[in-house]
């Protein structure tokens, strides 16, 4: 861009620019850049409305239309790939343009909406959105703003939550078990009820293998007469296992029991 | 047994993310699990603590997270120069777009914006856990319908959409369509909130 | 600007991972930059402003960290708890058995299974609760008696062993495991006799 003197920048309608618009203020090295960093047509319209302080709802149509033409015709010329919206505006703001300029009947001019108003209402909308998108950007956020504080326990264990485990499955593995055990004759399987295991585990844990527990003491007759009997199965279970000593001073004195070991 | 505000202190720095009030509940076996109303009374108290420290408690969409504040930007961003990512305008607007219009299509965050997403933004948004597709609008070509996600208000430190900044009001068009019909009427100049730093 | 300790509290819980004492220093503009002595001794103060608290200061080979001191391991492992799949076959017969045999001891459960019973299940099932030492048998080696706890009980939704499906024969066992796997069957209500207060 050194001969940015002599050599046109761009040619609008057949006319040759060799000067930039008279509203930038860019430095040529920087046009490039500048001009790349429009999001659209909205975005330029709304930067050349804002640099010359005009409310949107008042638009000098045909000014901002010249302008618009310019900075499109520069990016042309500098071939930066122009979306095809730009154009698509170009060929719109002509049309206001051109509907502005026809007179309207003097009936007609109260109903008639203005041209501009699709425009408005879009560039307003457009607008809206670029504040927030500036009111997102100052929030504070991670990583550049705030930081997630965090420090190593100095110990880390992974606790291994024990499998679930469901009736049928232990079941299951009690059919297998029992199958296979049927397949040696020699081992039978006795079948008490589990009342009287359950009595039997019960029994164990009450008596101490150091002192003696009356007999009469293990019985309670508030569990009724079923309960009396499995306490008793239990109990002759316990010492045919050798697991009870049972221990009478002499005939008819109170029996006594201790666990064994 | 540590107090509970220590305990809890040390959880959320070793979660290093948000936890949850039920998840922090979850953390206490049942014997010693605090009520949860005890458990809100220890984070206020924890929060309280950090006044004046290099970090601060606060409640996320997530969740509870203890961060470092703001004001050490100027250190902390030191450490990890390539990380502090900026964003592009463009990624910036169609992120407010979804935040704000939410669920919206690709097609409607172009038409706001007057030209085209590139697949490159919306890729970035989803890779960064910011926006996901949560539907689609039952329309030819049945477009995805975007939305933010809970990593995006984690990120932004917002506790629920409600409480991103307001969306300046439409102004009234009504009042405006009366005044372009008369061609002569002169509108008052923009209020400030349209002003603009330099592009 | 910040107090120096509380720029290096922030610095080191934004880190998350140990900083030298070079790297720190780094992390001033030049202007700012402390004396390596300045520095060591807010180090110092600021591991001492942690007693008490859920983190604490420690100088690791790989500079200094901030870390949550291991007491607090019962609470924060728990963050990253997971659950095994499944338990194995051998247990759960071994459990089967000791629920359906109590009191047995290994070697009886060994005779049955046909197979030695790992210590390793023994000590799961003591660890989980589910089985307990309840005595010794009076023969070579004072063999321990294996039954099953109240937890066990618990677990399963019983109120007594007498409420497990009944040990029938084996090939009825496959009639009643059909049963239980249709998840609408309903088991006999326990018979009265083996509902029996805590002895």
Same mark, same amino acid.
């Given at each position: 861009?050194?001969?940015?003197?002599?050599?046109?920048?761009?040619?609008?309608?057949?006319?040759?620019?060799?000067?930039?618009?008279?509203?930038?203020?860019?430095?040529?090295?920087?046009?490039?850049?500048? =001009?790349?960093?429009?999001?659209?047509?909205?975005? $330029?319209?709304?930067?050349?409305?804002?640099?010359?302080?005009? #409310?949107?709802?008042?638009?000098?149509?045909? #000014?901002?239309?010249?302008?618009?033409?310019?900075?499109?015709?520069?990016?042309? !010329?500098?071939?930066?790939?122009?979306?095809?919206?730009?154009?698509?505006?170009?060929?719109? =703001?002509?049309? +206001?343009?051109?509907?502005?300029? &026809?007179?309207?009947?003097? *009936?007609?001019?109260?109903?008639?909406?203005?041209?501009?108003?699709?425009?408005?209402?879009?560039?307003?909308?457009?607008?809206?959105?670029?504040?927030?998108?500036?009111?997102?950007?100052?929030?504070? %956020?991670?990583?550049?703003?705030?930081?997630?504080?965090?420090?190593?326990?100095?110990?880390?264990?992974?606790?291994?939550?024990?499998?679930?485990?469901?009736?049928?499955?232990?079941?299951?593995?009690?059919?297998?078990?029992?199958?296979?055990?049927?397949?040696?004759?020699?081992?039978?399987?006795?079948?008490?009820?589990?009342?009287?295991?359950?009595?039997?585990?019960?029994?164990?844990?009450?008596?101490? *293998?150091?002192?003696?527990?009356?007999?009469?003491?293990?019985?309670?007759?508030?569990?009724?007469?079923?309960?009396?009997?499995?306490?008793?199965?239990?109990? =002759?279970?316990?010492?045919?296992?050798?697991?009870?000593?049972?221990?009478?001073?002499?005939?008819?004195?109170?029996?006594?029991?201790?666990? %064994?070991? | 047994?540590?107090?509970?505000?220590?305990?809890?202190?040390? =959880?959320? $720095?070793?979660?290093?993310?948000?936890?949850?009030? !039920?998840?922090?509940?979850?953390?206490?076996?049942?014997?010693?699990?605090?009520?949860?109303?005890?458990?809100?009374?220890?984070?206020? !108290?924890?929060?309280?603590?950090?006044?004046?420290?290099?970090?601060?408690?606060?409640?996320?969409?997530?969740?509870?997270?203890?961060?470092?504040?703001?004001?050490?930007?100027?250190?902390?961003?030191?450490?990890?120069?390539?990380?502090?990512?900026?964003?592009?305008?463009?990624?910036?607007?169609?992120?407010?777009? +979804?935040?704000?219009?939410?669920?919206?299509?690709?097609?409607?965050?172009?038409?706001?914006?007057?030209?085209?997403?590139?697949?490159?933004?919306?890729?970035?948004?989803?890779?960064?856990?910011?926006?996901?597709? +949560?539907?689609?609008?039952?329309?030819?070509?049945?477009?995805?319908?975007?939305?933010?996600?809970?990593?995006?208000?984690?990120?932004?430190?917002?506790?629920? &959409?409600?409480?991103?900044?307001?969306?300046? *009001?439409?102004?009234?068009?009504?009042?405006?369509?009366?005044?372009?019909?008369?061609?002569?009427?002169?509108?008052?100049?923009?209020?400030?909130?349209?002003?603009?730093?330099?592009?």
């Amino acid at each position: 861009m050194d001969s940015a003197d002599t050599l046109p920048l761009a040619k609008v309608g057949g006319e040759p620019y060799t000067r930039f618009p008279v509203d930038l203020y860019i430095p040529p090295d920087a046009l490039e850049v500048f =001009l790349e960093a429009f999001e659209g047509p909205l975005d $330029l319209l709304l930067y050349l409305i804002q640099r010359q302080n005009l #409310d949107i709802r008042d638009i000098p149509i045909a #000014d901002i239309t010249r302008q618009y033409m310019d900075y499109l015709a520069l990016m042309q !010329e500098l071939r930066l790939e122009l979306a095809a919206e730009y154009l698509v505006m170009a060929a719109w =703001l002509a049309e +206001i343009k051109s509907r502005l300029l &026809l007179p309207r009947p003097p *009936a007609a001019e109260a109903e008639e909406t203005d041209p501009r108003a699709e425009l408005v209402r879009r560039l307003q909308e457009y607008e809206r959105f670029q504040q927030a998108a500036r009111a997102l950007d100052a929030l504070p %956020r991670m990583e550049r703003d705030v930081f997630a504080a965090c420090a190593e326990p100095a110990q880390r264990d992974v606790t291994r939550l024990p499998p679930p485990v469901q009736l049928a499955d232990l079941l299951d593995a009690l059919r297998g078990v029992l199958a296979r055990a049927e397949l040696f004759s020699s081992h039978y399987i006795r079948r008490e009820t589990l009342s009287v295991r359950e009595r039997m585990t019960q029994v164990l844990e009450r008596l101490d *293998a150091l002192r003696f527990t009356l007999f009469t003491a293990l019985f309670r007759p508030a569990e009724g007469r079923m309960g009396v009997v499995v306490t008793f199965m239990a109990v =002759l279970e316990l010492l045919r296992e050798g697991l009870l000593e049972l221990v009478q001073a002499e005939p008819f004195a109170p029996i006594h029991v201790r666990r %064994r070991g | 047994m540590p107090e509970l505000k220590i305990i809890l202190e040390a =959880l959320l $720095l070793a979660a290093g993310e948000p936890l949850t009030l !039920e998840r922090l509940l979850e953390l206490f076996p049942d014997e010693q699990r605090p009520e949860r109303t005890v458990l809100r009374a220890a984070l206020t !108290e924890l929060a309280a603590d950090y006044g004046g420290r290099g970090l601060e408690l606060v409640e996320v969409a997530s969740g509870f997270r203890l961060q470092v504040p703001a004001a050490f930007a100027p250190w902390v961003s030191r450490l990890w120069e390539e990380r502090a990512s900026r964003y592009s305008r463009a990624l910036l607007e169609t992120l407010a777009l +979804i935040a704000y219009r939410q669920p919206i299509t690709r097609g409607e965050i172009e038409e706001v914006r007057g030209v085209s997403v590139s697949s490159g933004i919306m890729k970035t948004l989803q890779e960064r856990g910011w926006i996901k597709v +949560i539907g689609h609008r039952e329309a030819p070509g049945r477009p995805a319908l975007y939305a933010t996600t809970r990593e995006f208000l984690d990120y932004f430190n917002l506790g629920s &959409l409600g409480e991103l900044p307001p969306l300046a *009001a439409p102004r009234d068009l009504d009042a405006m369509g009366a005044a372009l019909a008369a061609p002569t009427a002169q509108f008052p100049a923009s209020s400030p909130q349209t002003e603009f730093p330099d592009v």
